[in-house]
């Protein structure tokens, strides 16, 4: 199972619920802890696709609401940024006794100044990302507005974020008050990767430049032009993902571990979570990627369609057929290009071609080559288009052979 619901006690003794997410068929090479934004969840859709983009490379990640969010215990009023930054280590704490201790800590919003000063305090860790996070924490009290005065004058008050009401206690400003990030990135002596959106109007650009210049090299900073705060357009999380996850490998010590229990023999795996809509997750052979449907089909269009990756095959085959065969005649063929598209439709010869039952799968190949070739070398190597083992696997009956895994 990829995705596993797991539960574990704070500092405070409260419960806190989390998803532990794994790579398909494989062993992680180290183990990430997530951090969500201020009166954000686990589920926020930014921090899933974040994660699977990681998992997709091979991390285990583990996010999980903070106390008194989501699907944690306690109460969101009693909180605080420091009990914030508690919860991540008894996060890593968990991850250390059941796990493997995290080397990578990231963080959205609020979420990623607790990551820097829970690094801070981890030996474990070996780098920190943060997306769109502020500078200090106590720059989070502009989005209580007028609500401050009432905060500080009567202890507490009730604010609305995003749709939603929180009460926000004088203790929470008070702590905020207290932290100093600028200082602690100062220390903190970790490899330091910044993302911030210069079109962010909730947190401002200028924080991602007060904590690139208090950290200390190696520090990157990227830029995620046109996306929001909260990373809604799924293409900006995913980059992130992506973006965070080939860093992250330049400071980290990946190794390609032997599955403790080899779960199949076979070349492709597919993984899929009741959640997760048609993304499924997919090992071929060695390598790791993701198969989807379009949107206009329900889906979130991550990836190629089954019937896209059967087409890839098709004509990945074609040009290296072509392209060996070439090769031994001595043929100057530079390059072969093959389009390939997949539908179902009436048969060249059919007889009754109105008739919906008698359509048949069809693949539409058309092919290019760039070279010095004759017509007859062309012609020919069409032909030879029409013997690639796929193309013959296509035209040959076949059987598949369904089992129970165990």
């Known amino acids: 199972m990829n995705l596993q619901k797991i539960a574990f006690t704070n500092k405070e003794g409260q419960k806190l619920v989390g998803r532990l997410e794994f790579p398909a068929d494989r062993e992680p090479h180290n183990f990430a802890l997530f951090a969500h934004c201020f009166t954000c969840t686990k589920n926020l859709s930014a921090v899933k696709n974040i994660s699977k983009a990681l998992t997709q490379n091979g991390f285990a990640v583990l996010r999980f609401d903070f106390t008194g969010l989501g699907e944690s215990d306690g109460d969101f009023a009693d909180t605080n940024f420091s009990g914030n930054v508690n919860d991540l280590i008894a996060a890593s704490d968990f991850l250390k006794s059941n796990y493997q201790a995290p080397s990578l800590l990231i963080g959205h919003s609020l979420g990623g100044a607790a990551v820097i000063f829970a690094a801070a305090e981890l030996s474990t860790v070996q780098a920190v990302a943060t997306v769109g996070a502020p500078s200090n924490p106590k720059h989070v009290q502009h989005l209580f507005r007028s609500g401050l005065e009432e905060i500080k004058a009567n202890g507490q008050a009730i604010i609305n974020l995003s749709g939603r009401d929180f009460t926000i206690k004088k203790q929470f400003v008070d702590d905020l008050e207290t932290k100093s990030l600028p200082e602690t990135a100062k220390s903190l002596r970790k490899p330091l990767l910044v993302m911030h959106s210069p079109q962010d109007d909730t947190v401002g650009i200028k924080n991602a430049e007060e904590i690139y210049i208090a950290a200390h090299h190696p520090k990157s900073f990227v830029s995620l032009d046109g996306a929001d705060h909260l990373l809604f357009n799924k293409r900006d999380s995913i980059y992130v993902g992506e973006v965070i996850a080939g860093w992250a490998q330049r400071y980290l010590q990946i190794e390609e571990r032997i ?27 060695k390598h790791y990627l993701l198969a989807d449907e379009p949107e206009s089909f329900g889906g979130n269009d991550y990836g190629p369609s089954p019937y896209e990756l059967v087409s890839a095959g098709l004509s990945a085959c074609t040009v290296m057929t ?24 009436h048969a060249q ?7 919906d039952g008698t359509k048949i799968d069809t693949f539409q190949r058309e092919i290019r080559f760039s070279g010095n070739l004759d017509e ?13 083992p796929v193309h013959k696997t296509l035209h040959t009956e076949t059987q598949v052979i369904t089992t129970l895994l165990v």
Request: proline fraction near 1%; aromatic fraction near 6%.
């Open 349 to 355: 010869d059919c007889e009754n071609c109105e008739d």
């Open 322 to 345: 072509i392209q060996m065969y070439a090769k031994r005649k001595g043929w100057e063929v530079t390059n072969v290009e093959v389009h390939t598209s997949y539908s179902k439709s």
């Open 259 to 285: 599955p403790k229990t080899l779960r199949t023999k076979h070349q492709v795996v597919a993984s899929l979570d009741a959640d997760d809509g048609f993304t499924t997750q997919l090992k071929v052979g």
């Open 376 to 388: 007859k070398q062309i012609q020919r190597l069409l032909q030879i288009a029409d013997k690639c």
